[in-house]
């Protein structure tokens, strides 16, 4: 088992700087594929980032391409994901995710475990 928690949500207005961070433990050791979701109210979860075991590949939508930025720090197991240039679309529930497998996949189904999530909003 797999423990996640995530931390670093809050308000902040529109062009502003977050930094999101989700902190492991359980059974960490293993390849783990590791992403960052949200889910704004009445809406579907949404794949925001993922990253590689070794984090030497991340994968983004359209949406948040070239302001948010996934990276992870295995010897302190934690994941992070840094978002600048924030929109009041980016207002959402962040969840922090955990996949054991090397492939990475899109879908929240696929993710074995999850964190409690971390409150985003974003002002105009």
């Known amino acids: 088992q797999v423990q996640l928690v995530e931390s670093g949500g809050g308000l902040v207005q529109a062009g502003g700087s977050l930094r999101l961070s989700c902190a492991a433990s359980g059974r960490t050791s293993g390849n783990y594929y590791m992403a960052w979701f949200r889910q704004a109210p009445g809406k579907e979860r949404f794949f925001v980032a993922a990253?590689?075991?070794?984090?030497?590949?991340?994968y983004y939508p359209d949406a948040v391409k070239g302001r948010f930025t996934i990276s992870r720090d295995n010897a302190k197991n934690t994941l992070y994901l840094q978002m600048n240039s924030l929109k009041p679309e980016d207002t959402a529930v962040y969840y922090c995710?955990?996949?054991?497998?090397?492939?990475?996949?899109?879908?929240?189904?696929?993710?074995?475990?999850w964190g409690q999530g971390t409150q985003v909003t974003v002002s105009s």
């Open positions: 995710a955990a996949r054991k497998s090397s492939k990475f996949m899109a879908s929240p189904l696929e993710y074995d475990y």
């Open positions: 990253i590689t075991w070794s984090g030497s590949s991340t």
